[in-house]
Nanobody, 125 residues
Framework: QVQLVESGGGLVQTGGSQGLSCAAS????????TGWFRQAPGKEREFVAG????????AYADSVKGRFTISRDNAKNTVYLQMNSLKPEDTAAYYC??????????????????WGQGTQVTVSS
């Protein structure tokens, strides 16, 4: 099992940047495919970005391509999400997710077994 804790959320201005971190505990973090999801009030939790075990492959939602970058440092048991050119529609609670049994990045929230508690990102116009 792995435990995930997000950090880095807060209030940012439109067009600004913000970096999120997901700190994981566990002995086999490098075996987990990880991703970031977000959920705004009244909306479904949606896929934002995902990254393979080694970090060699990534996937992004169309809405964030070119603006967000996901990365990981297995030595530090950490997954990152760098967000640039932020828009008000990026406002949401951002969640880190991980799964040991995925062989590739998944875009469905149901595919991930482990979740952090979330960190709020609010983009002001």
């Amino acid at each position: 099992q792995v435990q995930l804790v997000e950090s880095g959320g807060g209030l940012v201005q439109t067009g600004g940047s913000q970096g999120l971190s997901c700190a994981a505990s566990g002995r086999t973090f490098s075996m987990y495919v990880t991703g970031w999801f977000r959920q705004a009030p009244g909306k479904e939790r949606e896929f934002v970005a995902g990254i393979s075990r080694s970090g060699g492959r990534t996937a992004y939602a169309d809405s964030v391509k070119g603006r967000f970058t996901i990365s990981r440092d297995n030595a530090k048991n950490t997954v990152y999400l760098q967000m640039n050119s932020l828009k008000p529609e990026d406002t949401a609670a951002y969640y880190c997710a991980a799964d040991r049994f995925l062989t590739t990045v998944a875009v469905r929230a149901k595919e991930y077994a482990y979740w952090g508690q979330g960190t709020q990102v609010t983009v002001s116009s």
